[in-house]
């Protein structure tokens, strides 16, 4: 099945993102840090108008850490982006982010002139979380699903700093499947756009390939099943996931078998690395461009 999904919130809150870019000094782009070139909306690039970026893998968490380290050296060498792996619900993490937001604007931050940022990201990435954890209360809503937020909102920290929390956005064409297919598994495309079997075969056949001991240990294996539909179908077993009569029922094991996967609960995983990514992306980027 091809996946798809644009509500229209997300065109209209481009527009007005684009527009309020102006009069922002600093952008923080949030991107999941399993899979940070994929969560890269490559719109951001144009909408920027050269303002200083910083990107946060967040729900570092939850990914490998060898291959986060390879990530962070990966967009070092973007030019104007400095990447950093954390975890937004974590103070210290967030107490960090905003030092070097100061580092990067130093003229801003004083009485009258306040440091203003703006979050960005697709969806379900953890941007409200992290305004959340930066103004050390529950002012925005967060929740475990993409398109929470659909209306952005100005957070004035009262330390010199205001925040722009704003709604994820993807881009209208997903003419890269395999993007699409690594979005979906990491919970950024809303459920109406999916088909659970797919993602959840799609995401079974990758970690059966990169991470076939997690799996062993997650589901008491001593040996993986030869294909993705039996491995799903042996989760499905034990995880409870049956009709009447017995027989495993594939699409609610398959959901079930990507809420532990998002959850972390197989393991730190990451849904790429800097170079098997960078092909489809790339290829994906200039797709977007074409067509904008
Ligand atoms: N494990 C982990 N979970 C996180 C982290 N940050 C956010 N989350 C979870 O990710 C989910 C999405 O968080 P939100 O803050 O609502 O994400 P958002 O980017 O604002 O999403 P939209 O408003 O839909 O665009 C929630 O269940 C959060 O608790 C993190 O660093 N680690
Ligand atoms: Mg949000």
């Not at 690039?45 to 939850?62: A, G, S, V």
């Not at 490998?64 to 619900?89: C, H, M, N």
């Not at 075969?201 to 990758?206: G, S």
Request: charged share 25%; aromatic share 6%; net charge positive.
């Amino acid at each position: 099945m091809t996946i798809r999904w644009y509500p229209g919130h997300m065109g209209k809150a481009q527009e007005k993102m684009a527009e309020a870019i102006r009069k922002i000094d600093v952008i923080i782009e949030v991107v999941d840090a399993r899979l940070p070139l994929s969560s890269s909306n490559c719109q951001l690039e144009e909408m920027r108008r050269n303002k200083p970026c910083i990107k946060i893998l967040n729900k570092h968490d939850l990914a490998d850490p060898a291959i986060t380290k390879a990530w962070v050296r990966y967009f070092e060498q973007e030019s104007g982006v400095t990447a950093v792996p954390l975890s937004a619900r974590l103070h210290a993490d967030a107490k960090q982010l905003l030092k070097l937001c100061q580092k990067t604007v130093p003229h801003r931050g004083r009485p009258g002139w306040p440091l203003r940022v703006m979050i960005f990201g697709i969806p379900n990435t953890g941007k409200s979380t992290l305004i959340n954890t930066l103004a050390g209360k529950c002012i925005a809503k967060v929740g475990d699903k993409p398109a929470v937020t659909t209306c952005g909102q100005q957070i004035d920290l009262k330390n010199g700093i205001v925040l722009s929390d704003t709604p994820g956005i993807l881009w209208p064409n997903m003419d890269d499947q395999n993007v699409a297919y690594r979005l979906a598994t990491s919970g950024a495309i809303g459920a109406s756009a999916l088909d659970y079997t797919c993602v959840g075969l799609f995401a079974v056949e990758y970690m059966m390939g990169r991470y076939p001991v997690l799996l062993k240990i997650r589901y008491k294996l001593s040996e993986l099943p030869e294909t993705p539909t039996a491995m799903l179908e042996v989760i499905g077993k034990r995880l409870g996931c049956l009709m009447t009569g017995g027989e495993i029922d594939v699409h609610r094991a398959a959901e079930a078998f990507l809420r532990e996967l998002r959850a972390g609960k197989i393991g730190r995983i990451s849904l790429e690395e800097p170079l098997v990514a960078e092909d489809s992306v790339v290829a994906h980027n200039d797709s977007d461009v074409a067509t904008a």
